[in-house]
Every structure is written in structure tokens, then in C-alpha cells.
């Protein structure tokens, strides 16, 4: 299989804050399979560390309240379009990132409230018929339950 993978969880320091999601359990599934990493903020342009972002009303803004909605879509996009030409199988995608996020995200206020929804780079991997899987909804042997694979 052709797996897309948040770059965060296989260990690269690309989050907001310099870090990674390093995860276990993510580089045990996808071993022995063609790996593609991608972090679509960086890919949008915008750098490491940067100001962390949440949407707001449906735009991806910072915490000083500058919009960073053009980055994040055009990272997106770009990460969209890399997914489709490699044709990938699934992609497995980091919890709660205004990006990545699958099942949900914070609310927009920056106070940690999570509420149902998606970042804006799962949002388009699904609606061009990518399966995702979010990240908590791997087990350690490596089942993902058929209730979080989204097909668009
Ligand atoms: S955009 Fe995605 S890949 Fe990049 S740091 Fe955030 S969660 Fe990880």
C-alpha cells in the first residue's frame, strides 16, 4: 500500500511549536509499505515554529488573530494533489490539527474546547475520495474500526 502520513507522527519536528507526534504504534502499521509524509502547513509556506492557528468561523487564523487561511488551503491543496498523483491507499492523519484533524478540532476561541469537525487538509483528502484514518482510531495491532474510514 501507498500511505500518506502527517509528518508529525512518523517524527519529523514540523508543529507549531518546533515538535513532533512521534507515534509508535504508526510506524509499526506502516512498515514493509510505501510512505509519503507531508505536513500541508509547512507545504503552504508558513514556517517552524509559527503561532498556532485554530478556524474561526471557517477561517484558519492565528492566535493574534491574523488570518493564515490562504497557507493552510494552498498547503492543502498542494498535499491533495501529491496524494492523488501517488494515487495513495489511505492516509493516517494527526488528531485535532486545524489541518489534520479527522473527527475534530478546537472550537476557535484557544482554549483547548474541542468541538466535532475537520482540519481543511482532511476535509479535502475526503472530498476527493481519499481514505483517512485518524490517528487515535489506529490500534496497537493496527485495526482502525470501519467507523472512521471516511470515502468521499
Ligand atoms: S499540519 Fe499536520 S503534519 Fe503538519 S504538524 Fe500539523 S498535524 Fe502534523
Not at 492557528?53 to 487561511?69: Q, W
Not at 468541538?115 to 496497537?140: Q, S, Y
Request: glycine residues 12%; aromatic residues 6%.
Amino acid at each position: 500500500m501507498k500511505i500518506m502520513v502527517s509528518a508529525c507522527l512518523l517524527g519529523q519536528n514540523c508543529k507549531y511549536n518546533g515538535g513532533n507526534n512521534y507515534s509508535e504504534k504508526v510506524v509499526r502499521y506502516v512498515k514493509g509499505h510505501e510512505v509519503i509524509p507531508v505536513c500541508p502547513e509547512v507545504a503552504g509556506g508558513l514556517p517552524i515554529p509559527r503561532i498556532p492557528c485554530e478556524i474561526v468561523d471557517g477561517v484558519v487564523t492565528n492566535k493574534e488573530g491574523e488570518s493564515k487561511d490562504r497557507e493552510f488551503r494552498r498547503g492543502a491543496r498542494r498535499c491533495l494533489n501529491k496524494a492523488l498523483e501517488e494515487k495513495v491507499d489511505m492516509a493516517i492523519l494527526q488528531s485535532r490539527s486545524p489541518s489534520c484533524g479527522v473527527k475534530q478540532i478546537y472550537d476557535g476561541t484557544f482554549s483547548g474546547k474541542r468541538v466535532e469537525g475537520r482540519g481543511v487538509f482532511a476535509d479535502l483528502l475526503i472530498e476527493n475520495g481519499v481514505k483517512v484514518v485518524d490517528v487515535e482510531n489506529l490500534d496497537d495491532e493496527g485495526n482502525y474500526g470501519y467507523a472512521t474510514i471516511f470515502e468521499g
